[in-house]
Every structure is written in C-alpha cells, then in structure tokens.
C-alpha cells in the first residue's frame, strides 16, 4: 500500500501515533498554543485598513527606534519564504482588523519590538513577532523570554505572548481537493468522520528540522497520489511537524458510539478491512495494549476514524 522512504522509514516499537488534532500518549510533545489565541488585548484605540503580511522595517523613524533589544544588537529575523514552516510569537490579537496599523505602530515604537508585523489567524488579525523553524528552535525560546519580560509602567503587556504554529491557510499542501481541511467546504457540514491509516513524522517523538518536515509532508501526498490512483478517496492533513493519511468521508449515519461497541456502517466497516492498520512513515506500529480479558496483548495499532477539521 505505502511505498516507504529510505530515508524516513522506521518501524516504531510501543509508541502511540499522532491523532489527526492532537498527540496520542507519547509519540510528540502537544503543540504550543495550537490556534488558541488567548493574548492580550492592548489600551489602544483607533482606524485604519488592515493589511496581511509583513511589515518592512525600511523607514527611518522605525530603524532609529530604541527597543528593548538594543543591548544586544538588531535581531537577525530571516526573511523565509516558506511560510508553512514558520512559527511565530503571538503578541497580540485584536477584536477589530482596522486597530492593526495603529496597534503595530505601538509594539514597534513603544515597546521596541521592530520586527513585529501584521497577520491573521482564525480569521483574526494578530500581531506576530520573529520567523523561526520550529518549537524547540532557541532563537524563539530566547525571544518568547524576552518579550513576556517587557514592561510598561507597573504592567507587562506582552506577559501571555505564545510560540504559535504556522496557519491553517499554510498548511494547505500541493493539492486542495486532497487536502482534508476542504473536505467541510466542499462535502457539507454532514461530513464528520474519516479513517486515519498513515501519519509521517519522527518516530522517535523529537521535533524534525525544516528538511524533514518537508519530506514529511511529500510523503503523505505521495501516499495519497498511490491511494487516489487505487481508487480510494484518500486525503493528507498537514500539521506543523507532521503529516497524516486518511480515506474516505463519513457521517452520522456511518458512525454510532453511544452504544459499546459502537455501531458502524457496512461502507465503513468494509474500508477498516482493506485498511485495518494504521501505519508510521509506511510500517506498522507495533503497540502493547490491555486486552478485554486483563492480559497484555501486541498488536499492530489498528487504523482509526477520526474527525474532519472545519478549515
């Protein structure tokens, strides 16, 4: 079924998988704040038109702005282009886009955070800092400190500032009709379920580097490439460190778990059958689990339906 890459193919010995919107026991750390925008608002009032993007620090009055970084030199913020692989500190998110120009303003001269820009997240608008390659990467850790220490009068404006996860929006992949996160937009709200059989990422539960995440992420769409040309309707769902495979859509009519067990369709059942087994950059994951009788039994980890996203 899967055509496994030489070079991230691992058999993974009693470690839970990553489910579709969050980490199963112990395969990876939870991700930081994933899309949870709790920050602080700041005293500031005021209009304007919002702008998505970066904000180029190119003119004068931003440059000579004494910040509170300046003891050690301007911050070296690479200008990445992918912004699939960047994560950010989430300083602020704002109740109405039109404030962002002038609260931007505020967080670059004020409280010298130059590199601060203007984006959107869950539809809004946020102000960000800094463009780093992953969680564990030391520059963010440094800079997170750092801006959570700033202070203003008696107050720390930016004290539930949070490394956050690149956007949805930038996660969409190569192809949108096989990405799971359309699913919604185009089958209908009916669509609830699908069956996870595959997940791409690093089998020993340690953050990958940029290079690996991208082959992550070719892996699973390639995986998907083989299954769409078997016949099956087989979908990726790219998450930040990870990248994860799974077929078919289903509803409230294929899937009951009020009763034990749960009731399941025909349709259902037969694809759990031609896919029985859900698979770690393409091998089976072998897992000790508690059988119904007490005993500890080894098994290939069976696949698993999980919930489709809204977007």
């Not at 890459?5 to 991700?31: E, M, Q, T, Y």
């Not at 970084?69 to 912004?83: K, T, V, Y």
Request: with cysteine.
């Amino acid at each position: 079924m899967f055509t496994p890459n030489p070079r991230i193919s691992r058999i993974a010995h009693h470690k839970p998988v990553f489910c579709l919107f969050g980490s199963c026991a112990d395969f990876a750390r939870p991700v930081l704040g994933m899309f949870l925008l709790a920050l602080v608002f700041l005293p500031i009032t005021g209009c304007g038109m919002f702008k998505s993007g970066s904000q180029k620090d190119d003119t004068p009055t931003t440059m000579d702005s004494r910040g509170v970084f300046n003891d050690d030199g301007s911050l070296d913020i690479p200008d990445m282009q992918d912004e699939s692989t960047q994560w950010s500190i989430v300083l602020v998110t704002l109740p109405k886009p039109e404030l962002a120009p002038q609260v931007l303003n505020t967080v670059q001269s004020t409280h010298g955070l130059i590199g601060a820009y203007i984006s959107e997240r869950m539809g809004k608008a946020v102000i960000l800092y800094g463009r780093y390659e992953g969680p564990d990467d030391q520059r963010a850790l440094i800079d997170l400190d750092r801006v959570r220490e700033i202070q203003s009068g008696n107050s720390r404006p930016f004290a539930a500032a949070f490394l956050a996860p690149p956007s949805g929006a930038a996660l969409g992949g190569s192809n949108a009709e096989y990405d799971l996160r359309t699913v919604k937009s185009r089958f209908g709200p009916s669509a609830l379920y699908t069956l996870q059989m595959g997940v791409y990422g690093d089998a020993n539960g340690d953050t990958p580097n940029v290079s690996d995440i991208r082959e992550f992420r070719q892996a699973a769409e390639q995986a998907v490439l083989e299954l769409r040309g078997q016949g099956e309707q087989a979908f990726y769902y790219h998450a930040p460190l990870r990248s994860m495979v799974t077929i078919g859509v289903f509803g409230e009519q294929d899937f009951d778990g009020s009763t034990t067990p749960a009731i399941e369709s025909m349709r259902l059942r037969e694809l759990r059958k031609r896919f029985p087994h859900n698979y770690l950059n393409g091998q089976g994951i072998r897992e000790t689990v508690t059988s119904a009788t007490g005993q500890r039994v080894k098994r290939l980890q069976p696949s698993s339906l999980v919930g489709i996203p809204d977007s």
